[in-house]
T-cell receptor, first 113, second 115 residues
């Protein structure tokens, strides 16, 4: 158990819908990262938050957004879903010190039908 | 931009034998971090080993060791005494320095362990 909790584990939704994925980081970790793992794109970095503020942005679509709340949990919002958004979405967290190990949650498997 | 290349989509090793997974990367930075992550069928991403680029000594973790060749930008993973539980996808990853760092992953190598 990495200490990073992601909910839900599985999500099936229709095209055009909106979903919210939730991540609770390890206790004490201030950084939260979101990654997408798909068959055609591999593992890609989406976005990083540090103590509530956006720190780095990767290949995140405009239809996607994220935020980190005062209690440090984070949510990834995916809207106007397309079939191609079907993927495994990982959250990872790391300690405040830069370049420490990132611990991954078990992921949310999103299926868009 | 940094890139990570894993040229072996699949590898197979017999139990108790040794296998080496290859990884090359491209960066213009002099200081960075390299990782090998394991993803078993459970989907969990598990850190196997970590190497700081400024350290010349190769990292080792029990049966896992790396061969880090900075000039060649090569970072291979050696698994000794392979076990059935080692069967998984293995991802090589690069991370730059600083607070806005992120992991850049290779495409992965699927390792099969046979009896």
């Amino acid at each position: 158990d990495s200490g990073v909790t992601q909910t839900p584990k599985h999500l099936i939704t229709a095209t055009g819908q909106r979903v919210t994925l939730r991540c609770s980081p390890r206790s004490g970790d201030l950084s939260v990262y979101w990654y997408q793992q798909s068959l055609d794109q591999g593992l890609q970095f989406l976005i990083q938050y540090y103590n509530g503020e956006e720190r780095a942005k990767g290949n995140i679509l405009e239809r996607f957004s994220a935020q980190q709340f005062p209690d440090l949990h984070s949510e990834l919002n995916l809207s106007s879903l397309e079939l191609g958004d079907s993927a495994l979405y990982f959250c990872a967290s790391s300690a405040p010190t830069p370049n420490t190990e990132a611990f991954f949650g078990q992921g949310t498997r999103l299926t868009v039908v | 931009a940094q890139t990570v290349t894993q040229s072996q989509p699949e590898m197979s090793v017999q139990e108790a034998e040794t296998v080496t997974l290859s990884c090359t990367y491209d960066t213009s930075e002099s200081d960075y971090y390299l990782f090998w992550y394991k993803q078993p069928p459970s989907r969990q991403m598990i850190l196997v080993i970590r190497q700081e680029a400024y350290k010349q000594q190769n990292a080792t973790e029990n049966r896992f060791s790396v061969n880090f060749q900075k000039a060649a930008k090569s970072f291979s993973l050696k698994i000794s005494d392979s076990q059935l539980g080692d069967a998984a996808m293995y991802f090589c990853a690069y991370e730059g320095t600083g607070t806005a760092s992120k992991l850049t992953f290779g495409t992965g190598t699927r390792l099969q362990v046979t009896l």
